[in-house]
Structure formats: structure tokens, C-alpha cells
């Protein structure tokens, strides 16, 4: 068997991932903001719609519908089956919310649930005084969960990608406080391999085989992983772009400071905008950060791999960072 290859040795240009990678695309600002992720365990093989799939729980579909219509910054998502961690007839449901305007990682709460029970729990999460009868199937929730994407019935650059980036982590899932999971569809497959990193909501994209150890070990300065960080799932695109460089400035100990992100102004005609980072560092030290956001160019890409839809996605450069 040969060695899967990594994204930047891959010759086939054809390859939505292949082809962003090359042209430059820079993967900051691409994490949708999101408020609560529900991550359900579906047997493989799923469908291009990963609710369409026949091993997903039917009965949910109204729940969802449901709380899609309640608030639009909620995702569905899910998880294969592992033997480490699963059991046939149960699902493992995980939830994260995110717990106050000002956050560092969501909430997560964890349930093992057998089949009939599933939507029930589904119903009862919203509300915290509903769970107390499932109670019996909560699981501890102090793992970190890596999710890679690993949906090539959308794209293949998700299952040709994601191996090397899961067989890595895997290796660190059997010993440390850590585990890894093959999951759907988590936006921008042109960026593949990508991840999400849990329960911080950061993610990740256009990786290499070696930086997944990194991304555990954090050993590496985060100015020398910036070109793969997609963005914080706690803010809005364009406040994303300026965490990052804050990010990249401070370090890892960035991730430890609870932050929220707006944008003061915007101007539609340039696409120039202003944006603040309000944050409290781990001590109690409330603080902002004010930047400049503006559109640098643009580069072609691929929006899906063999199908030529071509097209130009703007770029953008953060200016005049300061802390206020």
C-alpha cells in the first residue's frame, strides 16, 4: 500500500484543496460563528447531505428543524463510530454551547444514549431542568475532541486528505486526555485537511501530515501555524481575521483569555472594516484590541474538485492592530 499523500506533493490540481493551497488562499476568517454544535453518532456511509443519510436518526430531523428556526448559529453534525469509544445500539451524543458573550471554549456536555432515548435527550438539552432523567447516561466532559473532516462523499479531498492528519492523532488519542473523530461535513472543503478543535472551537485547514503534532503539543510558536488556522468559532468572520493576528502575536496563552468580537464599522463599497476584540486574561485584566480590515486582492480557487467552478475569493490584511 502506498503512503497517502499530503497536500502539497499531491501533483492533481483538479483537487479543490490542491488548487487553494497553491494559489495562496488563505483559509482565516472561513470558521462559521456558531453558538451550540449537537454532534451525533452516524454509522458511515453518509450521504453528500449528511442528514439525508440512511443511518441517521430520522426521528431528529423535526428537532432540528425546530431549533434551526429558534436561531440560525447552531450546527448538526456528525461523528463515525470508533470501537475505543463506541457501543453498538448507543449513541454518543456530544453538545457544546457557548456559555456568555465573553468565552474562551463552550460548554460541553456529553451523553451515551441507547437509540430510543436519543431524541428525547435531543429535546431536553435547551433546558438544563429537562436532563435530570438522563442523568443515568452522562459521561465525563474533560476530553478534547478533535474532529476531522472526513466527508469524501462531498468531496474527495476530505477522505483523500484527512487520513494522514486522523492516523496522527490517533496515535496521541490512546494515551493522552485526547480523542479523534471522523466527522461530517464542517464547511470549506477546499481547505481540506480541516478540523475543529474542541471544546475551544477553533479551526483548522489546509494541513500537513506533521502539524496535527503540533496542534496537540503546541510546541511550535503560533506565528508558525498561522497560515493554517481557519478562525475561532466564537466570533464573526472579519473579527476573526484580527484574532488571528492577535493570536499569532501573543501565543497559546491567547487561547486562555475570554473574548468577544464585533464590528464597529463596515463600508459595503470597499469592504473595509473596523473591528474590536474585547477580552479578560485568566488574572481578571479586561482589555480591547482595535484593528483595520481591508480587502489586499483576490485569488482564483476551486470551489469542488473535477468540476471546474472556478471562481475569485477576496483576500484581506489586517492593519494598525492596538491594544486600547
Known amino acids: ?9 499531491c501533483p492533481d490540481v483538479d483537487l479543490c484543496a490542491v488548487f487553494s493551497k497553491r494559489n495562496g488562499e488563505d483559509p482565516i476568517g472561513s470558521a462559521p460563528e456558531c453558538d ?3 454532534i451525533v453518532e452516524v454509522p458511515m456511509p453518509w450521504g453528500r447531505n449528511v442528514l439525508q443519510s440512511k443511518n441517521f436518526p430520522t426521528a431528529l430531523l423535526p428537532v432540528l428543524e425546530q431549533a434551526a428556526a429558534r436561531s440560525a ?6 461523528i463515525a463510530p470508533d470501537l475505543r469509544y463506541s457501543k453498538p445500539g448507543y449513541r454518543r451524543i456530544l453538545y457544546f454551547q457557548r456559555p456568555a458573550s ?6 460541553k456536555q456529553e451523553f451515551w444514549v441507547p437509540d430510543d432515548r436519543l431524541v428525547p435527550l435531543v429535546q431536553a438539552l ?25 466527508h469524501a462523499e462531498l468531496d474527495i479531498c476530505c477522505g483523500r486528505f484527512s487520513r494522514p492528519v486522523y492516523d496522527t492523532l490517533k496515535t496521541y488519542a490512546q494515551t493522552d486526555n485526547l480523542r479523534v473523530w471522523r466527522t461530517s461535513h464542517i464547511g470549506n472543503h477546499r481547505l481540506a485537511p480541516t478540523l ?44 476573526q481575521m484580527v484574532e488571528g493576528e492577535i493570536f499569532a502575536q501573543l501565543g497559546w496563552p491567547w487561547r486562555d483569555y475570554r473574548q468577544a468580537g464585533r464590528v464597529l464599522t463596515l463600508d459595503e463599497a470597499t469592504g473595509q472594516a473596523q473591528v474590536q476584540i474585547d477580552f ?20 482564483k480557487t476551486l470551489n469542488n474538485s473535477g468540476k471546474g467552478d472556478f471562481r475569485e475569493v477576496k483576500q484581506y490584511r489586517v492593519s494598525d492592530l492596538r491594544r486600547l
Not at 221 to 227: E, G, I, S, V
Request: glycine share 8%.
Open 1 to 9: 500500500m502506498t503512503s497517502p499523500q499530503s497536500i502539497t506533493t
Open 36 to 38: 451550540r454544535y449537537l
Open 73 to 78: 448559529k447552531g450546527r448538526c453534525l456528525a
Open 102 to 107: 465573553q468565552f474562551s471554549a463552550y460548554d
Open 126 to 150: 435547551p433546558n438544563p431542568a429537562d436532563l435530570a432523567p438522563f442523568e443515568i447516561y452522562r459521561q465525563p466532559a474533560t476530553t478534547r475532541d478533535f474532529l476531522v473532516c472526513a
Open 196 to 239: 475543529i478543535d474542541f471544546p475551544e472551537g477553533r479551526y483548522w485547514g489546509h494541513l500537513e501530515p506533521d502539524t496535527p503534532h503540533h496542534l496537540v503539543q503546541r510546541d511550535l510558536p503560533m506565528a508558525d501555524l498561522r497560515a493554517y488556522y481557519r478562525g475561532w468559532a466564537g466570533l464573526p468572520p472579519l473579527a
Open 280 to 299: 479578560i486574561s485568566p488574572q481578571g485584566e479586561a482589555g480591547s484590541y482595535r484593528a483595520t480590515v481591508a480587502v489586499s486582492g483576490t485569488v
